[in-house]
């Protein structure tokens, strides 16, 4: 019988894990998408029968406050027996009191990371011993040059482009043995040797991650090619470079994240009325006037209703664009009762209030703070969401909005350009709406096109969201996300280990 490649996914972010994995597996930690996906990817790898292991922080208060899930006293019975587990917490106080994965703060951040780093190398290995490490983002950076000094193939996922730089002094004073793999980090400067390179020469975390692992992803097959072809002036030349050499060596992919399972509308316990494909027209409607109560909106099921469902963060998600146009479309669409509703956090937050303050839109656009239940709800309600980023990774919220018949409006960019087409009713093709041109005028043709097709037969599109609601069922799915991590993993075993 041919044994199961041993898989240890190491990540600084999870949010629920397969309940047969062990009695940890309520554990929740979360500070963004990496969670969701480095959750949902290992509960499809072990559905798939794979001998999957996962290693991140014991995040103690935070893991403390799940206690509708697991109490107290179940958490130290947990703590006993992990060694009989498949979910190995790495243990320090540097993480065990943090009511946050990231701090903000990059010295703690960084502090953080290196005692993660520390026990994965040092115990978690060890005593797991793995066939192959999976590695996300750069708070694991450092361990793919471990793993290539032990000769473990080591995949290097890219979720988010951020980064970290630290000495090998300050790397080897929190515990790691830094002198041993030295030579397959990636240093700011070319270092000339150990002992020159030591004190002063910083090491960066993720272009590290990337030289060392023997594969490397990124979330979008796009993406990938952006950052090769360097058609995003912000991401550093050091990562570039180094990706790019993995990208023509043939050892480097992109792999969409998708969708958590729980976001079905036909199951999300989160939304006022469940309903599918064959359904979503009438309940649909009555979701709508549930969140036009709930937000003290105009009720009117007839209504087209906008969602925004991203962080307000101007620099990545495009929301400046929105606030650009916001009072436009609302008056150019009156008598169709165009509706907004956002449910993000962010910089941008209290601009969207000042707009809607100033023009005394309350009735027609509600601003509200992120809550999971009321973007669940969001999603169900609404006929349009809006996406336009000037770069995007992967992005889930295009995905979900196929899912619940919400039809994404998006930047041609990244995850985004991988995941949405243009829709064309006439031929039965496409999923939602997109734009080349980053700025108001080139979204605002979009949110054109999308209130086109609003305008359109009801018949025909019933039958355009229901086609785009089942095909999303198949495409957006973590059984083929994971089936395609497990063919990675078959080659990075076949492929000769150089070091």
């Known amino acids: 019988m041919v044994k199961k490649p041993r898989i240890l996914i190491v990540t600084p972010e999870v949010t629920y894990l397969p309940e047969d994995m062990g009695s940890a597996s309520n554990y929740s930690a979360k500070a963004g998408g990496l969670a969701d996906v480095s959750a949902a990817l290992i509960s499809a790898l072990f559905d798939l029968g794979c001998d999957v292991h996962v290693a991140l922080p014991d995040y103690r208060s935070i893991?403390?406050?799940?206690?509708?899930?697991?109490?107290?006293?179940?958490?130290?019975?947990?703590?006993?027996?992990?060694?009989?587990?498949?979910?190995?917490?790495?243990a320090d106080r540097?993480?065990?009191?943090?009511?946050?994965?990231?701090?903000?703060?990059?010295?703690?951040?960084?502090?953080?990371?290196?005692?993660?780093?520390?026990?994965?190398i040092n115990n978690i290995i060890p005593r797991v011993q793995p066939d192959i490490i999976h590695c996300n983002d750069w708070m694991t950076g450092l361990i793919p040059a471990m793993a290539r000094y032990l000769e473990i193939p080591c995949l290097f996922t890219i979720h988010n482009i951020h980064t970290m730089t630290s000495t090998m002094a300050?790397?080897?004073?929190?515990?790691?043995?830094?002198?041993?793999?030295?030579?397959?980090?990636?240093?700011?400067?070319?270092?000339?040797?150990?002992?020159?390179?030591?004190?002063?020469?910083?090491?960066?975390?993720?272009?590290?991650?990337?030289?060392?692992?023997?594969?490397?992803?990124?979330?979008?097959p796009t993406f990938l090619t952006e950052i090769v072809e360097n058609r995003h002036p912000f991401v550093e030349t050091c990562l570039k470079n180094e990706l790019s050499h993995k990208y023509y060596a043939g050892c480097a992919t992109g792999i969409l994240n998708a969708p958590e399972p729980e976001f079905n509308p036909a199951v999300?316990?989160?939304?006022?009325?469940?309903?599918?494909?064959?359904?979503?027209?009438?309940?649909?409607?009555?979701?709508?006037?549930y969140l036009q109560k709930i937000l003290d909106m105009e009720q009117d099921e007839n209504a087209v209703?906008?969602?925004?469902?991203?962080?307000?963060?101007?620099?990545?998600?495009?929301?400046?664009?929105?606030?650009?146009?916001?009072?436009?479309?609302?008056?150019?669409?009156w008598d169709a009762n165009l509706q907004i509703v956002s449910v993000a956090s962010g910089d941008y937050l209290k601009h969207f209030h000042e707009i809607v303050r100033f023009h005394g839109l309350g009735k027609r656009?509600?601003?509200?703070?992120?809550?999971?239940?009321?973007?669940h709800q969001a999603f169900a309600a609404s006929d349009f969401l809006f996406m336009p980023s000037s770069f995007e990774p992967c992005g889930l919220p295009q995905m979900v909005g196929g899912l619940y018949g919400t039809l994404p409006i998006v930047h041609d960019t990244g995850g985004l350009h991988d995941t949405v087409r243009?829709?064309?009713?006439?031929?039965?093709?496409?999923?939602?709406?997109?734009?080349?041109?980053?700025?108001?005028?080139?979204?605002?043709?979009?949110?054109?096109?999308?209130?086109?097709?609003?305008?359109?037969?009801?018949?025909?599109?019933?039958?355009?969201?229901n086609r785009i609601m089942i095909d999303s069922v198949l495409e957006f799915n973590h059984t083929r996300c994971a089936e395609s991590y497990i063919n990675l993993y078959g080659k990075m075993l076949k492929r000769p280990f150089l070091v």
Request: net charge negative; aromatic share 14%; charged share 25%.
């Open 63 to 90: 893991f403390d406050g799940i206690s509708t899930k697991t109490h107290n006293l179940e958490l130290e019975k947990i703590r006993k027996r992990l060694d009989e587990e498949r979910i190995h917490l790495a």
């Open 94 to 120: 540097a993480f065990y009191y943090l009511d946050n994965v990231y701090s903000g703060y990059s010295d703690q951040d960084l502090k953080v990371s290196l005692a993660f780093q520390r026990e994965v």
């Open 170 to 220: 300050e790397i080897e004073d929190r515990g790691i043995d830094a002198a041993s793999f030295w030579k397959w980090l990636y240093f700011k400067t070319p270092p000339e040797n150990y002992e020159q390179s030591r004190d002063w020469n910083r090491v960066d975390f993720l272009s590290s991650g990337v030289f060392a692992a023997h594969y490397v992803n990124t979330v979008s």
């Open 268 to 289: 999300d316990e989160m939304i006022r009325y469940n309903y599918g494909p064959k359904n979503h027209r009438k309940i649909k409607a009555r979701n709508k006037g």
């Open 305 to 333: 209703l906008f969602f925004w469902p991203s962080r307000l963060d101007p620099v990545q998600k495009g929301c400046q664009l929105l606030a650009q146009i916001m009072y436009d479309i609302v008056s150019q669409y």
């Open 365 to 375: 656009i509600a601003i509200c703070g992120f809550n999971e239940g009321l973007s």
């Open 422 to 465: 243009h829709l064309d009713p006439h031929q039965n093709t496409g999923n939602g709406f997109l734009f080349n041109s980053h700025d108001a005028n080139g979204f605002k043709w979009a949110i054109d096109q999308a209130m086109a097709f609003h305008f359109l037969d009801p018949d025909l599109k019933e039958a355009q969201i």
